[in-house]
């Protein structure tokens, strides 16, 4: 499993990539910026990211999980 940390309002978030590689984080970022409705829910900052394919699930200190489309 490929993994990488990227900064998100300046924290920074690990990334583990299944079937999926570094192309897609432009559009993870994105997409995390963009889904304020989700990152309203989450009671912490997020802490880690599996991305598959064109979803991610985010994982939050709080064991929540969230998944989102990205494009």
Do not use: C, W
């Not at 590689?21 to 990211?49: F, Y």
Request: cysteine-free; hydrophobic content about 35%.
């Amino acid at each position: 499993m490929h993994q990488t940390v990227v900064l998100f309002n300046e924290r920074p978030i690990l990334v583990r990539f299944h079937g999926s590689d570094e192309k897609q984080i432009p559009s993870l970022l994105s997409a995390l910026k963009n889904n304020k409705i989700t990152l309203g829910r989450m009671r912490q900052p997020p802490s880690h990211v599996e991305l598959y394919g064109t979803e991610a699930l985010i994982y939050s200190g709080q064991e929540e999980a969230y998944r989102i489309p990205i494009f």
